[in-house]
């Protein structure tokens, strides 16, 4: 096995965990199969442990303490996939970074294509879900709207179906731990970071063990953070919609002025005011809404919190 010391990794693995004490296992044996083909580079695997209730940080610790490529970073609680990424990509040392799930979901063997890729000069390498059939009907079709109305909105595209499971060059993970934002919706911003990249389809595979830990409710809020944290578009909408409006507006005020010196007053229209008042007020409060989004995303900026805390670190040096 080649020799790593602190420099010396070339490839980091970097796997968040929440509560997935059944799949770490089979994580591991899967990933000595591939790592065993890549015997030329050396490696890390950077386990999260996102504040799991259950095993997982006593399962990864015996892994651990039998192999120092595996190494641990504890949270306090439970941050989130995407901080649990975060904090892979800060502390690995890898000349690239593969950050995947633990439940098998992405097939490990497609490593090796990764590797091909990026040696052959592709700074990412991302994987296409090319048959979500082990997602439902709902998830398909919610996942499909949202890369179209994200992608509609925003200069840099995310390529339909691509995940979190990608190569990463170090540049690119410089690239991405250099930005001093807080709140980073991961898949914007590989696509905003650029660089030559290519993707690889795959078939993504059923759940090892355990359940998902996404609801729509956490998917749709996911969705919004992605799309306030990634463009400013929703918030010049309502520019031309109000425009629209009151031009709209204007013309009818002077046709009911008009009217009004033609025929003379009339009592009816309580309908229609009622139902102008009713719209204006609607749209009104929606503009409201993506306003204080706006603001809320400010406000977590301007906190300046860390992003997640580490309670402990097994097998990593001190930064
Ligand atoms: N995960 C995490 N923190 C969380 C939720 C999930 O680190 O708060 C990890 C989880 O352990 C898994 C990966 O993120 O390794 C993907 O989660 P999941 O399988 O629930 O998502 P799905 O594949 O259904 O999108
Ligand atoms: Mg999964």
């Known amino acids: 096995m080649a020799k790593i010391s602190a420099n010396d990794v070339d490839i980091s693995i970097i796997v968040s965990m929440y509560n997935e004490e059944n799949c770490i296992k089979s994580f591991f044996e899967a990933m000595q199969k591939v790592l065993i083909k890549l015997k030329e580079y050396s490696y890390e695997i950077i386990c999260i442990d996102d504040g799991s209730t259950d095993k997982t940080y006593k399962i990864l610790c015996d892994f651990a303490k039998q192999d120092k490529h595996i190494k641990i970073v504890k949270f306090s609680r439970n941050f989130g996939k995407e901080y649990g990424i975060m904090a892979g990509l800060k502390f690995c040392k890898g000349k690239a970074a593969i950050p995947m799930d633990v439940d098998l979901q992405d097939p490990p063997e497609l490593i090796l294509d990764f590797v091909k890729k990026w040696q052959e000069g592709y700074n990412m390498v991302y994987g296409i879900r090319k048959d979500r059939n082990s997602d439902g009907f709902i998830k398909r ?36 731990l250099a930005l001093p934002e807080r709140n980073i919706f991961m898949k914007g911003v590989f696509g905003w970071a650029g660089f030559k990249s290519i993707g690889i389809g795959y078939t993504r595979q059923k759940r090892v063990a355990g359940d998902s830990k996404w609801n729509y409710w956490k998917l749709w809020n996911f969705a919004l953070d992605g799309i306030t944290s990634s463009t400013t578009f929703p918030l010049r909408i309502w520019s031309y919609v109000g425009t629209i409006f009151s031009v709209t507006g204007m013309l009818y005020a002077f046709y009911i002025v008009l009217r009004t010196i033609i025929h003379g007053t009339d009592v009816p229209g309580y309908a229609s005011l009622l139902v102008f008042i009713l719209v204006l007020g609607g749209i009104q409060m929606i503009i409201l809404g993506i306003l204080g989004e706006y603001i809320g995303r400010i406000f977590v900026e301007v906190k300046n919190r860390p992003l997640y805390i580490v309670e402990e670190k097994v097998n990593i040096e001190n930064d």
Do not use: C, E, H, Q
């Not at 949202?146 to 690119?172: C, E, H, Q, W």
């Open 141 to 176: 079709w919610t996942a499909k709207l949202f890369y179209k109305i994200y992608n509609l909105m925003t200069r840099s595209p995310i390529p339909y179906n691509a995940g979190d499971y990608r190569l990463l060059d170090r540049k690119v993970v410089d690239t991405i």
